[in-house]
């Protein structure tokens, strides 16, 4: 347990925010896949329709834009992780983190458009 | 090293207070604290690495998952995620793309390279649990800690196998 200390606590605090964020999502994302995969392993889809009727459902839908969406969060978190860690300079740092933001939510668009369409 | 000195420092004030509580880190203590630290020092100075080349010092089991985890996560971010998504689409778009994805997969080093990134996820999904757990308090042991990052990689890497053989 951690001790209530007088000391004077400053920042955002986004930090425990983003490292909650990422282990929801992480678990998120292991029941997807693991409800997934025993889709799959229950009726195996051989062709084009039977995988279509896979997604065909609205709550499969829905889930999978879901996953996605958790994918993309916890991708954020990772990789801003690590241009922290190893990109110093500021400028070249913000602009890699401004290049991910758009570069997932671009993808996040794509999901929607492959997923109801 | 500060740290090492300042545990043995307070080690030593407790176990003088334990034995004699009037007389704390009297003067023959007090002589022995100093020649103790010397010879721990010098042993200190002597046994540091001089160097932290990576390629020349190793890593204990949990850091080599550890960085394998990063990388992999790097991976999957790209090129991961935009392969994902192309074959996503391809695989619904139309019985066309469906069969030019099935296709491409009947190359054996596309097939290897397909393994290789299952490989990646599995990886970075055994290692995920792991720190799901240890975030929950649970294998935080150095033992512990330890066996589980071995049980990581065998795990990734068995399950890698079963895909393999399973695409073949």
């Known amino acids: ?18 490292w909650l964020a990422q282990r929801i999502t992480a678990a998120f ?39 996605f969406a958790a994918l993309f969060w916890h991708a954020w978190v990772g990789v801003r992780n690590v ?26 668009v794509w999901t929607a458009e492959i997923l109801w369409s | 090293m500060a740290c090492v000195l300042l545990y043995y420092r307070l080690n030593l004030i407790r176990k003088c207070a334990a034995s004699n509580p009037a007389d704390s880190l009297g ?20 046994k540091r690495p001089r160097h932290l080349d990576l390629f020349k010092i190793t890593q204990p089991l949990p850091a080599i998952v550890s960085i394998m985890h990063r990388i992999s996560g ?3 971010f790209f090129p ?6 192309c074959g996503l689409r391809m695989l619904l ?4 793309s469906f069969a030019s994805v099935q296709a491409v997969f ?39 800690a330890r066996a589980s990052s071995k049980w990581v990689l065998a795990t990734s890497v068995l399950l890698t196998l079963l895909t393999g053989v399973a695409l073949w």
Request: aromatic share 10%; net charge positive.
């Open chain 2, 106 to 144: 009947q190359h054996p080093g596309l097939k290897l390279l397909l393994v290789l990134f299952v490989w990646f996820f599995l990886h970075h999904l055994c290692a995920g649990i792991r720190y799901l757990a240890l975030d929950l308090h649970y294998g935080v042991e150095l033992a512990q």
């Open chain 2, 93 to 96: 778009e139309s019985p066309e």
């Open chain 1, 29 to 67: 994302m292991i029941i997807y896949i693991a409800v997934l995969v025993v889709l799959i392993t229950i009726d195996p889809p051989q062709d084009h329709a039977a995988w279509s009727g896979v997604f065909r459902h609205s709550w499969m839908r829905i889930a999978t834009f879901l996953f």
């Open chain 2, 27 to 46: 003067g023959g203590q007090l002589r022995n604290y100093h020649f103790k630290v010397s010879r721990m020092e010098a042993k200190l100075k002597h």
């Open chain 2, 74 to 76: 790097v991976l999957l």
């Open chain 1, 1 to 18: 347990m951690v001790k209530q200390s007088g000391r004077i606590v400053t920042g955002a605090h986004y930090g425990l925010r983003d």
């Open chain 1, 83 to 108: 241009l922290m860690d190893y990109v110093k300079p500021t400028a070249v740092r913000l602009t890699l983190q401004i290049l991910v933001i758009i570069v997932l939510l671009a993808y996040l």
């Open chain 2, 80 to 85: 991961g995620i935009p392969l994902l998504l």
